[in-house]
């Protein structure tokens, strides 16, 4: 899976909580349509549909993520994807009951966003 809207969307519903997430017209003052953009209502909201955060690509919007995970789960950890021989993939590690999950990514928001993904669909099963 690649980062983007619809993994943003995904996280947003299946780790964040948010309801009613979807591809959603977004006016103007003027109530003209400007663009479709990927909303929904987020648990501790006012209620009112906002804008999913950038879960997977901006790591303002991704650490929350790494938050909740780290109140669910024994450890979390997300590491650097700078080794000694150079540029390397970031990791992020979930320690859920006893066993880890370790998703990698090009960049930190994305390792995140794939590891809570399936972090949260096992705590489900």
Do not use: Y
């Not at 959603?24 to 003027?30: E, L, V």
């Not at 999950?101 to 390792?111: C, N, S, V, Y």
């Amino acid at each position: 899976m690649t980062a983007g809207r619809e993994l943003d969307g995904e996280v947003a519903v299946k780790v964040m909580g948010w309801v009613e997430v979807g591809l959603k017209p977004i006016a103007n003052a003027f109530g003209q349509h400007v663009i479709d953009e990927w909303a929904g209502v987020a648990p501790e909201g006012t209620g009112r549909p906002s804008l999913v955060p950038r879960f997977s690509t901006m790591i303002q919007d991704a650490w929350p993520v790494v938050e909740k995970m780290r109140r669910e789960f024994a450890f979390v950890a997300v590491i650097s994807g700078k080794g000694p021989a150079g540029p390397a993939s970031w990791v992020c590690k979930v320690n859920r009951e006893g066993g880890f999950i370790e998703e990698k990514g090009e960049t930190a928001p994305l390792a995140i966003c794939l590891a809570a993904l399936r972090a949260f669909s096992a705590k489900g099963s």
